[in-house]
T-cell receptor, first 118, second 112 residues
Framework: AQSVTQLDSHVSVSEGTPVLLRCNYS??????LFWYVQHPNKGLQLLLK??????LVKGINGFEAEFKKSETSFHLTKPSAHMSDAAEYFC????????????????FGRGTQLTVWP | DGGITQSPKYLFRKEGQNVTLSCEQN?????MYWYRQDPGQGLRLIYY???????QKGDIAEGYSVSREKKESFPLTVTSAQKNPTAFYLC???????????FGQGTRLTVV
């Protein structure tokens, strides 16, 4: 079965310091992996995606993530946090191969709330 | 401007009433989804549709119903059978299953 574990429910950093949001996944097949960001009372916006090309994926707003198959991880990083990065972040996994109606379903982690202090 | 439109943004209903949440997309996407979001629980899948006139139950379909009569539209009805309907509801679409999903701005439903 597919699942996603976001290892921290809350992360706090100071502005200008690095950000690390951790995500581990389990998947029976070759996964596609995504990171989304959600600001309060808004929909989700795609930050970046991994679909079996380069293992280091660059996204919007200076974020990047590295796919590590041996560790089943897809951690999100940013070298220098900005106040506008404060939001909730979701790691998502989807199967590339599946059976029947479960093909391509998205499985969400529970989210990591990022706080950025001035 | 292409995108997904959910309406209304805020909705209040009395307990025991059915209510329908609207979701329209002009992205020409085949797949559409409804999620429910509660604090600390992430997003839980209610229903999804991979093609017109077809849909499948997600993880928490009880007390909800959907239709997919048009490619652009995927309305969600929250029925009186849903025991705890107060939540933030998000609609999404994707060009196909397994590709990235695009989300609407959500509808916050409060049942009193």
């Amino acid at each position: 079965a597919q699942s996603v574990t976001q290892l921290d429910s809350h992360v706090s950093v100071s502005e200008g310091t690095p950000v690390l949001l951790r995500c581990n996944y389990s998947s029976s097949y070759s996964p596609s992996l995504f990171w989304y960001v959600q600001h309060p009372n808004k929909g989700l916006q795609l930050l970046l995606k991994y679909t079996s090309a380069a293992t280091l994926v660059k996204g919007i707003n200076g974020f990047e993530a590295e796919f590590k198959k041996s560790e089943t991880s897809f951690h999100l990083t940013k070298p220098s946090a900005h106040m506008s990065d404060a939001a909730e972040y979701f790691c998502v996994v989807s199967d590339q191969v599946g059976r029947g109606s479960t093909l391509g379903r998205l499985y969400f982690g529970r989210g990591t709330q990022l706080t950025v202090w001035p | 401007d292409g995108g997904i439109t959910q309406s209304p943004k805020y909705l209040f209903r009395k307990e025991g009433q059915n209510v329908t949440l609207s979701c329209e997309q002009n992205l020409n996407h085949d797949a559409m989804y409804w999620y429910r979001q509660d604090p600390g629980q992430g997003l839980r899948l209610i229903y999804y549709s991979q093609i017109v006139n077809d849909f499948q139950k997600g993880d928490i379909a009880e007390g909800y119903s959907v239709s997919r009569e048009k490619k652009e539209s995927f309305p969600l009805t929250v029925t009186s059978a849903q025991k705890n309907p107060t939540a933030f509801y998000l609609c999404a679409s994707s060009i196909a299953a397994n590709t990235e999903a695009f989300f609407g701005q959500g509808t916050r439903l409060t049942v009193v």
